[in-house]
């Protein structure tokens, strides 16, 4: 990527955030982007492709800080189109615009032409300054951030990318925790070359163009610009003789299992982060991430609500009636739960620290007692129930009973 596209593509566009997002909600939109467009699942589509390789530079330098904040110094400085190198005119800077350009066009360093303001604004505030954020976008040879520090970071190790999978759990194993196998498919490096790109008994070289660095520079009017080395692709170094596994590039499709283990209390449609056991990174750069996103099926016994535990329980007339001692589970255990005398349909007790337990504390378990109705009597039962009838004078709907009387209801 040329510095000039660096400063006139809208990144914040591309993902559809607003300037001003936070870290969480540019990952947010950039794993919903790249799901989406994955060239995986548009095989043939060379616009899902090209937008995908525009939301993934748009994230490689929106989710880094420091390439972040050069690169919303370098739009404010110079606006979107407002760039122009080497001559022009209408907006942008011309190369004889600047004050020690040069004669013939000779290249000068705008980390040097912003160094003086960047040295005392750094010393203020504690921040860098303009000639290192300048110094490292147009190749200042010697300003931190420069192209010193580019040719480090461009052969140096990198990140492997992240990884998300799917888990599906059965209601008891996400509430009370569990150990489970991963089978996954993921860039991982190379078995054969063990991740270097070359053929068995053979190694790389260090790049006859950038000797490297990974990068190189390029003089275009007034500026200096570094830009990742089209010999080398930026890595530094060169391979003779590929190896015939992963074509020289030192990574391979592999499929594995890994063992991860879930919390407890996990939700349906939770996404779980597992630090350093994403793909692995290149030379010798940490690991990515594993994101598994889990899935609970249902209970036929259980509900949930929160950390409580809901449990329904049907009781017959009489148990309600006269009271009882119900024997109710858990998802480990049996409890005993009192129910008092004259207790209505649908009255909800509650068992404590008998839920879902996460991070140390325990929701209840919610017990709700619902009166059944036979649907048959024998003729004992028939004859016992209407003897109760008489014996029970008590109006069970007065509100009802009152708004018929006054001629209320209709």
């Known amino acids: 990527m040329s510095t000039r596209d660096f400063i006139e593509k809208d990144y914040y566009a591309a993902l559809g955030v607003a300037k001003d997002a936070d870290p969480a909600a540019i990952k947010k939109a950039y794993r919903a982007l790249a799901r989406d467009l994955h060239p995986d699942k548009n095989p043939g589509n060379d616009a899902a492709e090209a937008r995908f390789k525009e939301v993934s530079e748009a994230y490689d330098v929106l989710s880094d800080p420091t390439r972040r904040s050069e690169y919303d110094e370098a739009r404010r400085l110079f606006g979107s189109g407002g760039f122009r190198a080497g001559g022009g005119s209408g907006g942008g800077f011309s190369g004889s615009g600047f004050p020690g350009a040069g004669q013939g066009g000779q290249a000068f360093d705008l980390g040097d032409l912003f160094g003086q303001a960047g040295g005392s604004r750094g010393n203020a505030g504690g921040a860098g ?27 140096g190790p990198a990140r492997g990318q992240d990884v998300e999978t799917e888990a599906t759990l059965a209601f008891d194993e996400a509430v009370l925790g569990v150990t489970v196998p991963l089978r996954m498919q993921s860039p991982g490096s190379c078995p054969t070359c063990h991740g270097s790109g070359a053929k068995p008994g053979t190694s790389p070289h260090a790049c006859p163009v950038c000797h490297g660095a990974g990068v190189t520079s390029r003089s275009q009017g007034a500026f200096a610009f570094s830009e990742p080395c089209r010999q080398c692709r930026g890595s530094g170094s060169v391979v003779d003789d590929p190896c015939s ?166």
């Open 129 to 155: 300054g303009l000639g290192d954020i300048f110094g490292g976008l147009f190749g200042g040879g010697g300003a931190p951030g420069g192209t010193r520090s580019r040719q480090q970071a461009a052969s």
């Open 245 to 410: 596994t992963c074509k020289g590039s030192g990574i391979t499709d592999q499929t594995r299992t890994i063992t991860v283990r879930i919390p407890a209390g996990v939700k349906d449609g939770q996404r779980i982060r597992l630090a350093g056991k994403g793909a692995p990174g290149r030379r010798g750069g940490p690991a990515g991430d594993l994101f598994v996103v889990v899935h609970v099926s249902g209970s036929d016994l259980f509900g949930r609500k929160g950390n409580d535990l809901t449990l329904e329980v049907p009781v017959t007339f009489a148990e309600a009636t006269l009271g009882t001692t119900l024997t109710v589970p858990t998802l480990d255990t049996n409890v005993s739960l009192r129910v008092p005398p004259g207790t209505a349909s649908g009255r909800t007790f509650r068992v404590r620290g008998r839920g879902v337990q996460t991070k140390g504390v325990a929701g209840d378990l919610l017990v709700t007692v619902v009166v059944t109705v036979p649907d048959t009597l024998s003729p004992a039962a028939r004859e016992a129930v209407e003897a109760l009838a008489t014996e029970l004078h008590e109006d069970p709907r007065p509100h009802v009973t009152a708004a018929v009387r006054g001629g209320s209801g209709s």
